[in-house]
T-cell receptor, first 113, second 114 residues
Framework: DTAVSQTPKYLVTQMGNDKSIKCEQN?????MYWYKQDSKKFLKIMFS???????INETVPNRFSPKSPDKAHLNLHINSLELGDSAVYFC????????????FGSGTRLTVV | GESVGLHLPTLSVQEGDNSIINCAYS??????FIWYKQESGKGPQFIID?????DKRQGQRVTVLLNKTVKHLSLQIAATQPGDSAVYFC?????????????FGQGTILTVHP
């Protein structure tokens, strides 16, 4: 069983389009995250939700909107996609990041053309 | 802002050698550190962690050393194997108002030659 699953794995889309990435975890964790990994492999946090409540919102354009319908799901919707949005997006979950760290999904490679 | 960084972006070793990957951090409030391994096309995978009240922790073939005086973290891999080839990241959790957020370092590419 996949602990943290993201869909789709690959996403190619044109500038200006709106797209969503879905994430689900079956670990029973309370906290979920979205990270962006750029072409230089740098991982930067975007958002975090704890039990459906937004707790971390880094400086991310408001074209990015996370949604958590329940604590097992955290989706990422992106409006008006730009070339600079091309990256790998990782979902992660944790019960207590200060004790256990994160479990990551396998990533969604977004390419904006 | 404060960040976690790495001294060496790439490391090439021969199979069977020991590998050492280094990481410098600047946030003195960080109390929990993790090393992650990321293979091509996959998400980062937890390797080993260490709390700030420790200076060494050992796992299977891996050892993490923490030097709080100079804010330095290292990952030692014994008898490196081709399957160890990956990007390795250190990450820190600062606690306090940063609770819940892991800050990642730049990453080191480890290549193991058979």
């Amino acid at each position: 069983d996949t602990a943290v699953s993201q869909t789709p794995k690959y996403l190619v889309t044109q500038m200006g389009n709106d797209k969503s990435i879905k994430c689900e975890q079956n670990l029973g964790h309370d906290t979920m995250y979205w990270y962006k990994q750029d072409s230089k492999k740098f991982l930067k946090i975007m958002f975090s939700y704890n039990n459906k409540e937004l707790i971390i919102n880094e400086t991310v354009p408001n074209r990015f909107s996370p949604k958590s319908p329940d604590k097992a799901h955290l989706n990422l919707h992106i409006n008006s996609l730009e070339l600079g949005d091309s990256a790998v997006y990782f979902c992660a979950s944790s019960q207590n990041p200060g004790i256990y760290g994160y479990t990551f999904g396998s990533g969604t490679r977004l390419t904006v053309v | 802002g404060e960040s976690v960084g790495l001294h060496l972006p790439t490391l090439s070793v021969q199979e069977g050698d020991n590998s050492i990957i280094n990481c410098a951090y600047s946030n003195s409030a960080s109390d929990y550190f993790i090393w992650y391994k990321q293979e091509s096309g996959k998400g980062p995978q937890f390797i080993i962690d260490i709390r700030s009240n420790m200076d060494k922790r050992q796992g299977q073939r891996v050892t993490v050393l923490l030097n709080k005086t100079v804010k330095h973290l290292s990952l030692q891999i014994a008898a490196t194997q081709p399957g160890d080839s990956a990007v390795y990241f250190c990450a820190e959790n600062a606690g306090g108002t940063s609770y819940g957020k892991l800050t990642f370092g730049q990453g080191t590419i480890l290549t193991v030659h058979p």
